[in-house]
């Protein structure tokens, strides 16, 4: 067992422990839910509902189950209601395809991660909850009520969420998790819906809960809907992508490279998730507009004349122009757009655009082309810091220290070697 699968099994089991004493402290102080089979019910969905979460960041899976449980929550009353959700959520930790692949670990850390979660919600939420039976003008206190807990089931969530996936896997880069306001709001407006369900179902009776369910579902929808969305502008960039690097060999990597580069100079710079994820969707598309670049410019095996630098960006401007109309793309070719300006001399850019043309500065250098070999890592800090000017200092050395951090080494391993090379491309580009 290597030291990533001994500190994942003793995670797993931690976070197991913590959830299995959660629920026995429970059983200790609260009462089981009655009737059973409105638990059941209830229950079912939640699972459901759970098992059918959909990503809308980087591992990051939101599901509409807080309506579910806030529902229950107020059904089940003060007496019962955290044992009744913490139980509803210890059920939804073994996924089907667990027991397919046999795996132990994941439904582990489902299970701490999701009692612990619930728990916490549901104690936020028992002071709203009114201390005799529910009545119409306890709608008010129960949703304001609900959408609060909702808040407080959400921030342990995804902390919990991000430490797991942190410790679990290591070797993997987490993208900035962007827009999670929004979906701290579009839950906690779900845990508002599910106090109102809760006290429709003990004002009117089991005859409610189609509507219930069907409530339930359309809140999973809206969810399903945005990731669907989001699923689509990524493959949509993908396929610029995949486009381009079929086109120019050379840059076969270079956009993930530029996206990875300007990914951790912009943490270092502290950009928010938001910033973070149009800076790296623009250093996938930022040369995109090579699909217009005439094939004897885009494979000339020498270095491009003034003139035909010029006519290049020309070509590239254009599609930027084009893709600049598509309201999704707007952001992230404007960035790109303003890379650009800042190599054809312009002062007045962005710090995204400022970030990419150092990234993409620095993958140039360290990659060898059909004209010029890769110069060493440190040869490319110092021609770095020679344009401070151009990219800032704060860009340069948040980017140099990133990559020093890192202890990745890119480029040629010393002059000597860069010399060598060089010599062969130059004999490559006479023969041809």
Request: aromatic share 8%; hydrophobic share 50%.
């Amino acid at each position: 067992m290597n030291p990533n699968q001994r500190n994942g099994s003793i995670l797993a089991s931690t976070l197991a422990v913590l959830g299995a004493a959660t629920l026995v402290a429970l059983f200790l102080l609260q009462e089981l839910p009655e009737p059973i089979w409105v638990w059941v019910a209830f229950a079912a969905a939640f699972v459901g509902l759970e098992f059918s979460s959909v990503e809308v960041s980087d591992r990051l899976y939101v599901s509409g189950s807080r309506m579910a449980a806030f529902t229950a929550a107020v059904v089940f009353g003060r007496g019962s209601a955290v044992l009744a959700v913490a139980l509803m959520a210890a059920l939804a930790a073994l996924h089907p395809d667990d027991l397919r692949q046999r795996s132990w670990r994941r439904p582990a850390v489902n299970f701490g991660q999701l009692v612990l979660s619930a728990t916490a919600g549901i104690l936020v939420f028992i002071p709203f909850l009114p201390v005799d039976a529910v009545a119409a003008s306890d709608l008010p206190l129960l949703a304001v009520g609900a959408a609060l807990a909702a808040a407080a089931y959400d921030w342990v969530n995804f902390r919990l969420v991000r430490f797991i996936v942190r410790r679990l896997y290591p070797e993997r880069t987490l993208l900035p998790w962007s827009k999670l306001l929004a979906s701290h709001i579009a839950l906690g407006v779900l845990g508002a819906f599910g106090g109102i369900l809760g006290a429709a179902y003990v004002l009117v009776g089991p005859v409610i809960l189609p509507l219930i369910f069907v409530t339930f579902l359309v809140g999973q929808m809206g969810f399903r809907s945005y990731s669907q969305l989001r699923r689509a502008h990524e493959d949509t960039i993908g396929g610029f992508v995949k486009a381009v690097e079929a086109l120019d060999p050379y840059t076969r990597g270079h956009t993930e490279r530029v996206a990875g580069f300007a990914r951790v100079t912009a943490e270092r710079l502290g950009l928010d998730p938001e910033r973070l994820e149009r800076l790296r969707w623009a250093a996938l598309l930022h040369d995109v507009g090579k699909v217009a670049v005439p094939a004897r410019l885009l494979h000339k095996q020498d270095t491009l004349t003034d003139d035909e630098y010029r006519e290049t960006l020309g070509h590239m401007r254009a599609v930027e122009d084009l893709l600049a109309g598509v309201e999704f793309l707007s952001p992230m070719v404007g960035i790109a757009a303003a890379h650009h300006a800042l190599l054809d001399g312009s002062t007045e850019v962005s710090l995204e655009g400022r970030i990419l043309a150092a990234a993409d500065a620095f993958d140039a250098m360290t990659s060898t082309r059909s004209y010029r070999a890769a110069v060493p890592q440190p040869t490319a800090f110092d021609l770095l810091r020679s344009r401070r000017d151009v990219y800032g200092g704060d860009v340069v050395d948040a980017l140099i220290a990133a990559i020093e951090a890192s202890g990745e080494q890119y480029g040629s391993p010393d002059e000597e070697s860069a010399a060598a090379v060089e010599r062969l491309v130059r004999e490559r580009a006479i023969r041809a």
